[in-house]
């Protein structure tokens, strides 16, 4: 086989073992991708690395805070509801960008962007060049004689389920884990169990969501600097443009859950119990979304909109659309 390249390093790293007369089934072959593309992609670049630790190093500061006046806080909350604030707000950090989603008894909402700028800007580095380096480079030969097209793909989308699980799940469950120690024996393990549990599911959907948007432009085109450029000029203009569409509205709207950093925002209060939330976008005093009404209802189905969209549109590109990854 012969790859012509101006540059055959890329090449280089993959590698292929002798033949031992057995074949691996097809979950091995998927993750055997999954884990080459999140090995390399991590190899190739120290930002990844200091983005990691930076990202642990940040949610774990206000823990040391926060033990600091525990005290104090106990007279006020339960040991339990202290762990269950302080892990759900952290969270929320990670899908927040221009608009503001808060429970309706919070008092004084933060209009930031938490730390879902860093976290993006680190998820779309490592996903930008999964399927247009691939495209550029040429190796469709190596990938086809090996695997099918949809294994490659899905292979592609673990490389980031790995990165998110790394990137947003691991931090979490190790903050949970220093809350249960600073807190002390006053908390009650087995509640504070569902806790964890949701906030990992909703790690995993976030991951799940920009997992698909960031493929489908990444299979757009063969340069990973353009894919990267578009996948974060995308996330940050459909906030923009969600909120010039809904003007002054004063009510729920569904074209709302457009922006998808709003709609993920909401589906972390439904995780934690909550019947109603606050929307900051237009109006001053906030929009009440009813979440036992319509704006609960299309949580789930928005979400699966984003997550299959995007996978249909990158499967479109890599096992219809181009005869060459």
Sequence with gaps: MVCIMSDDAYVRDFK?????????????????????????????SRVFKILIIFTIF?????????????EELLKIKTANEIVEDHLWDTVRDFARFQVMITSIDETDPIFDTGYSIIMLIGVVMMGAGLISDDLK????????????????????????????????????VLEWILLIVGIGGSVDLLAALPVLCGVILFTEILTLVLSSIILVFSSLTQRRLYAGLFAFMFFLSSTIVVQSLTGQTEAFHPIMYLD?????????YILAGEISVLYYANAPEGIIFDLTGLAGTLVIPTILLFIVGGLLISSYRVIWRNSHI
């Design 260 to 268: 998808f950093f709003t709609v993920l925002s909401v589906f972390s």
């Design 58 to 70: 940040i949610l774990i500061l206000p823990n040391m805070f926060l033990f600091s006046g525990i």
């Design 16 to 44: 292929f073992r002798p033949f031992e007369g057995t074949y691996r089934g097809r979950i091995w072959r998927i993750w055997t991708v999954a884990w080459f593309n999140m090995t390399h992609q991590w190899h190739r």
């Design 137 to 172: 480079y040429k190796v469709s030969e190596i990938y086809d004689s090996k695997i099918d097209r949809y294994e490659y793909l899905l292979g592609k989308y673990g490389s980031l389920l790995i990165f998110g699980n790394l990137f947003y799940t691991f931090p979490c």
